[in-house]
């Protein structure tokens, strides 16, 4: 896997960006345009998403994996929390003050679940998986507190605190976990036989198995959605400025070496980490700006122009950047 890893990422990366593009097709040709894109995304964030990650994590999730996986969604909080550093770090250089705080989250904010989940499911299967979506508990925190105070600069929102409540996703994966840990059946009815199943677990057979095939729907509609979203940016001002620019390095470049740097040294003071946690943790820092960053911004207050080049320019350049890094991760053996 250490020779290929990096081919893996390459593969799986330009295979994603083909059905982004397929969406993006879509919504400049009007097969979708913003009505329905808007739906098809709650669609995938209400329905298919947290079916996948509960059938997931139901499968995937037992009390020795739990204890030894604790300390995931405070890895989530920490990549994000780097990425806020880091921004505030370059943000007098590359912003004005009028931007500075869309130009942090935007470093801050990225696209931690659809991107790499794929990438982590090739690489390391259902431990890939499971690290992928407990460490989005972390970010889903990170996200509706901290960086949505930054986007504010500074003012509270307590109805973000609520967004974070009700989240589906976070209540999927809170389900997940207590439903594998009380009912152990409910770990292996998905691949249990007809033969002796009672109505019970017959039934209870048929819900896991249409939460599964709901749930394979995630990833290639997430994607559409990307292209589309993408499709409707406005993207009518293409100079470049130092914004930009900044976010560009600040996101795919500056960020990602920061975790890096960080995890090494942890590695080097004695702590270790399972490898399939260190790289997926590294593919999460790795990612461009989320798409959603633009409607927070809009939502938020922000500078939505620079937060719409941002996400344009980023998720391009990322199909270099991503492979680039990840073979460097690998050829140095961080």
Sequence with gaps: MANIGWKIVLLNIFAMFLIILAGWIARRRGYLNEHSTRHLSKFVVDFAMPAMVLTSLLRTIDPHRLAENMIFPLIGMTILFIGLAVGWAISPLCSSKSQQSTFVFLVAIANWIYLPLPIAQQLYGDDG?????????????????????????????????????????????????????????????????????SALSLVAKTVVTALVLLGSLTIPLALVVTGAQLGGLDLSDHSSS??????????????????????????????????????????????PVAVSCSMFTDVFGGDTSLAARGIFYTSLLSLLSVPAIFYLIQWMHF
């Design 242 to 287: 130092r914004a930009l620019s900044g976010v560009v390095i600040g996101r795919l470049l500056l960020t990602p070496l920061v975790v890096i740097a960080l995890f090494w040294a942890v590695h080097y003071c004695g702590y270790t980490m399972a490898e399939h946690a260190r790289m997926v943790a590294y593919l999460i820092a790795c990612m």
């Design 129 to 197: 998986v499971r690290a992928v979506l407990l460490f989005n508990i972390g970010a889903q925190v990170m996200l509706w507190t901290v960086g949505v105070w930054t986007l504010r600069a500074g003012k509270p929102d307590w109805t973000s605190l609520r967004n974070l409540v009700t989240n589906p996703g976070i209540i999927a994966t809170f389900a997940g976990i207590v439903l594998a840990l009380l009912i152990p059946a409910a770990r292996t009815i998905e691949g249990a036989s007809l033969a002796h199943l």
